[in-house]
């Protein structure tokens, strides 16, 4: 979206250039007049999409949450503004995702929005190049270990308190011995390889796994029906877009996140 406003905006520029270039051929009171609000309009716009995406990029963005993954902590089509700079600025048009000057890292409780990893889109997505943007909460940060028993998180072998969730689902589903050792199941779980086993068999009965170095473990507050990292693996930083900020639609639910 960010760059889309940008090349809008530098359309719009280059436009406002060439109507400067073929005023003199405006003769006319009426042409002039015309010409002149034209003109306006055009100079208007380029100026303040250029800055729009600038804002959208560096600072605060729109987000509109597309699913239930989040409930009761965010419902679907709640409008909220998302903090960019927080987690620091990232250079425009490069595909490193390194940030700078950041006011803190993501930490375990945070609600963040990010890029879903291609493990997390289907095939015909993945072919089409398409790209979506998630919205969950961070529980573990590179290093740590997670686990999920019956239901229960647990982050380097402690239980923690989870007041925030909701699980929709009465049942316990059974775990299942889905490699033959626990650093098979790692691997296949960083590579994004437990997107296709069926959900049931990891759902409430996941891990333990290691978090990488510069990644994070990404779940819904909707435990029971949220695609999440138990599924398609680790998030890469790179992939942080921003924290949720300020929740202002719709007006009754007003608050900050």
Not at 90 to 118: E, H, L, W
Not at 169 to 198: C, E, H, I, M
């Amino acid at each position: 979206m960010e760059l889309k406003l940008f090349l809008a905006g530098c359309t719009l520029f280059v436009a406002a250039m060439i109507m400067q270039v073929l005023k003199r051929y405006f003769k006319t009171d009426k042409a002039i007049k015309i010409f002149k609000q034209v003109y306006s309009w055009v100079d208007t716009a380029w100026s303040a999409l250029i800055m729009a995406s600038f804002i959208m990029f560096f600072f605060v963005q729109a987000f509109q949450i597309p699913s239930g993954s989040m409930r009761n902590t965010l419902l679907e089509g709640d409008h909220l503004f998302v903090n960019k700079f927080i987690y620091g600025f990232k250079v425009p048009f490069t595909s490193s995702g390194k940030r700078y000057f950041a006011m803190k890292n993501v930490k375990p409780g945070d609600i963040v929005v990010f890029q879903c990893p291609p493990e997390a889109l289907n095939a015909l997505e993945r072919e089409q190049g398409i790209k979506k943007d998630y919205i969950k909460r961070c529980v573990a940060v590179g290093g740590d270990k997670v686990e999920i028993k019956n239901k229960k998180l647990f982050v380097n072998d402690v239980a923690i308190d989870e007041s925030y969730v909701t699980l929709g689902d009465t049942r316990v589903l059974k775990a299942f011995d889905l490699f033959t050792n626990n650093d098979d199941y790692q691997k296949s779980w960083q590579n994004g390889k437990l997107a296709s086993v069926p959900a049931g068999f990891i759902r409430d009965n996941f891990g333990p796994v290691i978090i990488p170095e510069g990644h994070y473990m990404m779940l819904g507050d909707n435990r029971d029906f949220s695609f999440d990292s138990r599924f398609w693996g680790p998030l890469p930083d790179k992939n942080v877009k921003g924290k949720a900020l300020f929740l202002y639609w719709p007006i009754k639910r007003w608050r900050l996140i």
